[in-house]
């Protein structure tokens, strides 16, 4: 079956800007998650979406948010982008049974100018 | 608090060695999952294993084997004879569970093993 497929694969942005990143999550797999990799604070949980409804979130400020479609699809939000938002952004499609296997997409690399 | 430790930031082998990544946790929960994944140079992080905290049985796959103890707070990671191809960041990941409904991961640091051959 179909892995997670995260669009765009890359980004470059200005200061500033904002910017949608989207996830694809394995057939019949309800929750969607998103964190954020850089070299300093390695991987960092953003947020969680399960049944279109945000069920977990991490310490991120507000200028990050997601959402979940029906479809079980999700986006995710960066608004008035900072140099230190440049980062390795993955989504991870899992079953939201608790403590489910996780299986992440590519990701996608933000860099931001 | 809920934490999970990789003290090993890098590890070098020469080929067919055995080497062990060593992961720490630390969690107040009493039910929570336990995960290794990998990430090659690519990016994706692949699933490698899961373990429950009621079962410290230890598990073989391969070349791959890990030893969960809990009265350490341990779940290390064995490969056998070890290959150019499994160099990579390893992670080791926590989920707890007991609070909420969850898939929340909280990873440690990760340790970049290279192989050289």
């Known amino acids: 079956k179909a892995g997670v497929t995260q669009t765009p694969r890359y980004l470059i942005k200005t200061r500033g800007q904002q910017v949608t990143l989207s996830c694809s999550p394995i057939?019949?797999?309800?929750?969607v998650s998103w964190y954020q990799q850089t070299p300093g604070q390695g991987l960092q949980f953003l947020f969680e979406?399960?049944?279109?409804?945000?069920?977990n979130k991490g310490n991120f400020p507000g200028r990050f948010s997601g959402r979940q479609f029906s479809n079980s699809r999700s986006e995710m939000n960066v608004s008035t982008l900072e140099l230190g938002d440049s980062a390795l952004y993955l989504c991870a499609s899992s079953l939201g049974q608790g403590g489910s296997e996780a299986f992440f997409g590519q990701g996608t690399r933000l860099t931001v100018v | 608090a809920q934490k999970v430790t990789q003290a090993q930031t890098e590890i070098s082998v020469v080929e067919k060695e055995d080497v062990t990544l060593d992961c720490v946790y630390e969690t107040r929960d009493t039910t929570y999952y336990l995960f290794w994944y990998k990430q090659p140079p690519s990016g994706e992080l692949v699933f490698l294993i899961r373990r429950n905290s009621f079962d410290e049985q230890n598990e073989i796959s391969g070349r791959y084997s890990w030893n969960f103890q809990k009265s350490t707070s341990s779940f290390n990671f064995t490969i056998t004879a070890s290959q150019v191809v499994d160099s990579a960041v390893y992670f080791c990941?926590?989920?707890?569970?007991?609070?909420?409904?969850?898939?929340?991961?909280?990873f440690g640091t990760g340790t970049r093993l290279q192989v050289f051959p």
């Open positions: 990941a926590l989920s707890e569970i007991r609070s909420y409904n969850t898939d929340k991961l909280i």
């Open positions: 057939s019949g797999h309800r929750s």
């Open positions: 979406y399960f049944s279109e409804t945000q069920r």
